[in-house]
């Protein structure tokens, strides 16, 4: 494996001295080359904005959803930008022709912006909701079965059968890898449309759309692609592309009945993209991230390396705090992403309040970032590896934790 240096390669970053900075998967960042090309595109918005948002955004645009399709294995014209996962999976459960009684099979631990949007539609178009509990740690094996025992369950429940599911490719809190390609291949089998939920996936595992084959699918390209903030991606496939619009509908708005009648599709998320008037520079210097990435050697080297240092430094950090990592036997849970369990013992401060007490000393005492939640009756933190990380970061982590939990137990 080629041998990354955290320490040397924190250089080439903006990150200010003396942070620890473990949370990448919340807000990711972006190397020196990359912000300069920013703020080239920026500059070039603002000289002739008419020439540059009606005539020659799009063909720049053009070439960065050919990039990400390269990288997805997918046909550029399935893919169009959004500004976050968030904003995608609006995009797809808003949009889609549900009907009451539509049953919607979803995790509890999924993130909670797209779960809170699931309870939305159940308010509001009178959607049935099938939630599935995963009592981590839990092999990838005993998640498939989890939920092939909840499908039996809601349909034998009577009412509709399960028409959709939402999955993660790998979770946010926790930060865990799960079995997406057997997922999948689960919901297929059983006849049920399916979102890929990959806000934390492009750029910390390797995705094949093709292979993979979802009905829908987004992730975040600034969470670990090294682009600015508001850049994400959103694929359709090609049947389903009539059925979705923005959610900012505009001039290029066509309804369709048939959902293979995608017609309108591009121009739609096209357009969107002046009717935002938002800032689209982060979705045109993709280029220069994935030359930064390829100096690196590339994913395949980037993702070894980060998945190496977040077992061993989450190894290191439970053995600093006497704890366990979360994780199962197979050791499948961890990708750039690792769990800790953290000594918390305190039973008296309400879980939001301790988590923003936890929070402000972690950042203001220690200069560390990581979030901490909790999880079927423990505390756990989530730490993230990436290149500009070293095991000596880690360490620092581990050690101020420690100072933080017995604070915290101590109130």
Not at 351 to 374: C, G, N, Q, R, T
């Amino acid at each position: 494996m080629v041998s990354l240096d955290g320490k040397v390669l924190r250089q080439d970053f903006l990150l200010e001295p003396g942070y620890v900075a473990m949370n990448h998967g919340s807000y990711g960042t972006y190397p020196r080359s990359v912000q300069q090309e920013y703020r080239k595109y920026q500059e070039k918005n603002e000289l002739f904005p008419d020439r540059w948002m009606r005539l020659e955004m799009y063909a720049e645009l053009q070439k960065s959803r050919k990039l990400l399709a390269g990288l997805l294995h997918c046909d550029p014209n399935d893919l169009v930008f959004s500004h976050n996962a968030s904003s995608a999976a609006n995009t797809i459960l808003r949009s889609f022709p549900f009907e009451k009684g539509d049953k919607i099979l979803y995790y509890t631990t999924g993130y909670i912006n797209v779960n809170k949007t699931l309870e939305y539609i159940q308010n509001t178009l009178q959607v049935e909701l099938v939630p599935v509990d995963l009592p981590f740690p839990l092999s990838h094996a005993d998640i498939v079965t989890k939920t092939a025992e909840a499908i039996d369950e809601a349909n034998k429940a009577g009412g509709k059968p399960i028409r959709m599911a939402l999955y993660d490719v790998l979770s946010s809190l926790p930060g865990v890898l799960m079995p997406y390609e057997a997922l999948e291949q689960l919901f297929k089998s059983r006849d049920i449309l399916t979102i890929a939920d990959g806000a934390h996936s492009i750029g910390q595992v390797p995705i094949n759309l093709e292979n993979l084959d979802p009905d829908f699918y987004f992730t975040n390209c600034h969470k670990w692609l090294f682009v600015p903030r508001g850049f994400a991606v959103l694929y359709v496939k090609k049947c389903h592309q009539g059925l979705l619009h923005p959610q900012t509908v505009n001039s290029a708005y066509i309804h369709h009945v048939d959902g293979a009648d995608n017609t309108s599709f591009e121009k739609e998320f096209a357009v969107w993209s002046t009717a935002e008037m938002a800032d689209f520079s982060p979705f045109l210097i993709f280029l220069l991230a994935l030359k930064y990435r390829e100096s690196l050697g590339g994913e395949e080297v980037i993702m070894a390396h980060n998945h190496d240092l977040a077992v061993r430094g989450g190894a290191l950090v439970a053995k600093i705090l006497n704890t366990k990592v979360l994780e199962n036997d197979e050791g499948t849970l961890t990708a750039a992403m690792v769990n800790v369990e953290l000594p918390i013992t305190n039973t008296t401060t309400p879980d939001a309040e301790l988590a923003s007490i936890f929070m402000k000393k972690v950042i203001y005492d220690h200069h560390v970032m990581a979030p901490a939640y909790k999880l079927c009756g423990k505390w756990y933190v989530r730490l993230c590896a990436q290149v500009y990380v070293t095991l000596d970061d880690f360490e620092t982590t581990g050690h101020a934790l420690a100072k933080v939990c017995e604070e915290i137990n101590n109130l």
